[in-house]
């Protein structure tokens, strides 16, 4: 029974990595390796005077892709319109096995993410400009887990001495690997992309706007 289980997801992972676009494009339009519309500026200027409609937009469509943290909406104070800010919360890299989180883009970064350890998490700011219009930059960080050994190797901790000297072992001892913390790996631009895509929808505004 395992070997069978074994087997089906191993077909499954072939499957998703050498059927292609088409195959990414029925679950839930996740394609963003696929040829698509002329790429956003990042950071993308809205040409819409209305700073609530447009926070509000930013807001929802965060929260299609991580769980926010932390908002700071813009506001007007002595006249003049502050910056607005997004933080989220980490996330562990959805998986070629979680077709429905969105965090990761489907391709290399899906299959990275389901093969090693990593994490994303995206700041986004509103800048208001003179004109009335705002910038938006959506900015996705990736990091890589840092750990102490692979997670199914046969190393220990702790080894035998040939001296003679007497081994004692330690009081807590714990079998795996344990995270020393974790490895800055760049931006996910594709994500970035996504992100601003599916905003610029939302607000109608131009292709390469």
Excluded at 13 to 19: I, K, M
Excluded at 98 to 121: A, I, N, V
Excluded at 147 to 170: F, K, L, M
């Amino acid at each position: 029974m395992t070997r069978l289980i074994s087997r089906s997801c191993l077909g499954l992972f072939l499957l998703s990595t050498f059927v292609g676009c088409g195959w990414h494009h029925g679950l839930q339009g996740l394609n963003s390796e696929c040829p698509q519309a002329a790429l956003a500026q990042n950071p993308m200027y809205v040409p819409m005077a209305d700073r609530e409609f447009v926070w509000n937009q930013l807001v929802d469509t965060m929260d299609n892709y991580f769980r926010i943290d932390q908002e700071d909406r813009v506001r007007l104070v002595g006249g003049v319109l502050t910056e607005g800010q997004i933080t989220t919360f980490a996330e562990p890299g959805a998986t070629l096995l979680e077709p429905w989180r969105r965090d990761s883009t489907p391709g290399f970064e899906r299959q990275y993410s389901t093969l090693q350890s990593m994490r994303r998490r995206a700041v986004a700011r509103v800048m208001p400009q003179a004109d009335g219009g705002f910038l938006v930059e959506v900015t996705v960080y990736k990091d890589l887990e840092d750990v102490n050994q692979p997670e199914y190797s046969t190393i220990v901790t702790e080894t035998p001495h040939y001296d003679g000297t007497i081994v004692r072992p330690a009081k807590d001892v714990r079998y795996g690997a344990n995270t020393l913390g974790w490895i800055a790996v760049g931006r996910d631009t594709p994500l970035e992309q996504r992100i601003l895509a599916e905003l610029r929808g939302r607000l109608g505004v131009a292709d390469g706007g």
